[in-house]
């Protein structure tokens, strides 16, 4: 992991943007690049893997021919900024980046996914458009092999974003993606969403069939029958940047909870397509002794952020 300083957008870049793009394209606080090496990595105890899910408005027919990849290579941009330097221009490999101000993914350089399958069919949300008329998405189910579990950081950090049970991955390789189902999300009054599964398609070619039959078996069938599952809540607003925060200081606080969450190798064995949660609780303990090193204006401007 190593630490990117924030950018300093042009007056044509700004331009360019609305005031909330522009808060959200540059963040004042930096980011922090996680290496692939980083990511929790998880073995199979009887050939199943982890489900993740991902709403996208393509056609089957494409993704199960493409996957789903990064679209920047996040260590060719940052690469000036590791520790141990090197050519900016040599390819040196995938790395998912955090914006520590927002505490969300650079969406250029991941892969972002939910352990929600309700949740995900909130998105694109946009609380300016509510409600909004009856849509048709199609949420496409991954067997995800190691990932980057951002909502496991934010329950400790942010807790107002976890929210949407999101893990990021590098990579899903059309042959782990599953298959689709396309839905209709309609609001229902001013606080949720509700959907109905219009058509399931399996991807006939995935090289992991077990993990769709256990999806079906299990997820789908619970979602089919308990009209709760097939609900979710807005989001609630996020929180302002924070002005005069060291993201330094907080890329700190992001490497220790990274630290902790790549898990071992028991901790990282998977059954019946079930990730065991991991104990984050010493890890909870450190970002407690590291916020207490901090200043009392600097630990106010945390609390503010997040």
């Not at 493409?66 to 330097?85: I, N």
């Not at 924070?242 to 190798?265: F, Q, W």
Request: charged share 25%; hydrophobic share 40%; proline share 8%.
């Amino acid at each position: 992991m190593f630490y990117i300083p924030p950018s300093i957008p042009t007056k044509e870049e700004l331009a360019r943007l609305s005031k909330d793009q522009a808060r959200l394209a540059f963040d004042t606080l930096g980011s922090v690049a996680v290496e692939r090496h980083e990511f929790r990595f998880f073995e199979t105890a009887d050939g199943s893997w982890p489900v993740a899910f991902r709403g996208d408005t393509r056609q089957p027919e494409a993704i199960f021919v493409d996957g789903f990849f990064p679209r920047e290579s996040a260590l060719e941009k940052y690469a000036r900024h590791k520790p141990d330097g090197g050519d900016p221009t040599k390819d040196f490999g995938p790395a998912a980046v955090i914006r520590l101000g927002n505490l969300d993914m650079d969406t250029r350089f991941s892969v972002s996914l939910s352990l929600d399958f309700a949740v995900t069919t909130l998105f694109p949300f946009d609380p300016k458009k509510l409600p909004f008329p009856e849509r048709r998405t199609r949420i496409y189910v991954c067997a995800v092999r190691s990932w980057l579990e951002l909502y496991r950081m934010q329950e400790l950090l942010a807790p107002h974003l976890a929210y949407a049970r999101e893990v990021t991955s590098l990579g899903v390789p059309p042959e782990h993606v599953l298959g689709a189902l396309e839905v209709n999300v309609r609001c229902v009054g001013a606080t949720k969403t509700e959907f109905t599964v219009h058509r399931v398609t399996p991807n006939a070619g995935t090289a992991l069939p077990k993990a769709w039959n256990l999806f079906m078996l299990s997820t789908y069938k619970a979602m089919s029958e308990d009209p709760a599952l097939r609900s979710a809540p807005f989001p609630s607003a996020q929180k302002p940047l924070s002005v005069g925060l060291d993201g330094k200081v907080v890329a700190k606080l992001v490497t220790t909870v990274v630290d902790g969450l790549r898990g071992d190798r028991i901790a990282n064995r998977v059954q019946e397509g079930r990730a065991p949660a991991l104990d984050l609780r010493d890890v909870e303990r450190e970002v407690k002794e590291r916020l207490k090193q901090h200043s009392a204006t600097q630990r106010k401007a945390l609390n503010q952020l997040y």
